[in-house]
């Protein structure tokens, strides 16, 4: 018997959670991507805890977003998420979120790989992961993940300090918030007259407390491409694509 | 027959709510009482959007939160919350958050005032909350909130700019924020040796998103006193007063 690895779990919008149209945010929903990933993980025998023992950890490279309706404020949507195929050395886990009536809300798709700590290196995934079993499910958003390209003509439009509350438990920026950084250095004129349709992140390398980062954009049409680097060094952190549509009133 | 209004709710601690320690953080801890008082007076039919139809709305005025013990990454917390005494033209809401061992781990007190969209003032309170049920139960902090004096050598220790996420969906800056501002103004030395044991915050003024606020602090023994001042009329913003003990290992 094949036994379906797919978690179901329920968030219900709380009001620190809202956006400025009283919306579920950008940075909720990936926070409840990021939530589910880590408690299905932990499910499954191989949550960040378990491979801390092996001097390993999990690490985020890409995650792909589609937004189709913004959950509500109270509203309770139920994320279905599932480890989905593998490609080389990175294990994919895709989510669909959906309302109370059945109907996909947001569809994502994330792309991770183990690090050895000692040489901080990503390494070939361990048994432990590759014998989990995989659904036989359609993927949520059918990406090889290809290759971000820098934005071409990107001006420094943003620089902001990290800050304590950036931090996750092994003192580095949480993946959430260079989605944060991405979007803030958008002028505030877009979030009046639309909402971010799909969003593509490609994590590159890690900042911590003290570091100062510095955002770029670079805008056609509907669709920017973020670059952000850290002030100090020069390094690539993250490359960041959106897409945009006016707001749809229901 | 007298109806005790007092809301339970389960919060359970995610991974994204937590401090460097894998402890809720007390961002997080602040959200969560927001977030009952929000549900609790809209099931009171007291809410924000029931206000606002009569171009009224709350605003906190003090907070003040003793942290006993830290609920724990994943650990599922009850957090009983009830309208208290009134004190003038001030609604004071109570709240202590449990363990599942029924053992209290936070005690909290709030004091609101219900302001005329009109004339931007403080009115008497409105007779849908002066005639609300106020349960028979010792406060959780039993305060009349004194007032608290500003820092008297308060040096400017961070000037940071509004991000979008830092607003609520009055496009104010939300509660919370001032108090990430306050403790964002502490070395990051303070955090890996001691734990924030208490915190009072008054609110004195509103900020928006395009200014930058300063943030000075004052330091006596195991307390502090800080300041947010806005960068550029400089009104004073919050004063917020923080005493700190040693982390204790369980």
């Not at 949550?47 to 509203?75: A, D, G, M």
């Not at 992140?201 to 100062?212: L, Q, V």
Request: proline letters at 5%; hydrophobic letters at 40%; one cysteine or more.
């Amino acid at each position: 018997m094949s036994i379906q690895n797919i978690l179901h779990e329920n968030y219900t919008v709380r009001s620190y959670e809202m956006d400025l149209r009283g919306k579920a945010s950008v940075p909720t929903i990936c926070n409840y991507l990021q939530e589910s990933a880590g408690n299905h993980a932990t499910k499954l025998g191989v949550s960040v805890l378990e491979l801390f023992k092996k001097n390993q950890t999990w690490v985020l490279s890409r995650l792909h977003v589609k937004i189709l309706k913004y959950p509500n404020w109270r509203e309770t949507v139920t994320m279905e998420t599932w480890p989905s195929v593998r490609q080389g050395r990175f294990a994919i886990r895709d989510f669909i979120i959906f309302n109370q009536e059945s109907e996909p809300l947001i569809k994502a798709s994330s792309s991770w790989m183990v690090l050895d700590l000692k040489t901080l290196r990503p390494i070939t995934l361990p048994e432990e992961v590759t014998q989990i079993n995989v659904p036989d499910k359609p993927r949520a958003i059918d990406t090889d993940f290809p290759k971000l390209s820098l934005p071409e003509n990107a001006e420094p439009v943003n620089e902001l300090g990290v800050r304590l509350g950036d931090l996750d438990i092994n003192r580095h920026v949480n993946n959430v918030t260079y989605v944060e950084w991405a979007l803030e250095s958008l002028p505030i004129s877009i979030w009046k007259k639309s909402e971010l349709a799909e969003l593509e992140i490609s994590y590159r390398a890690e900042t911590k407390y003290g570091e100062r980062v510095i955002v770029h954009a670079d805008h056609v049409a509907d669709s920017y491409t973020h670059l952000i680097s850290s002030a100090g060094d020069k390094r690539n952190l993250a490359v960041v694509k959106t897409l945009w549509r006016d707001i749809q009133h229901d």
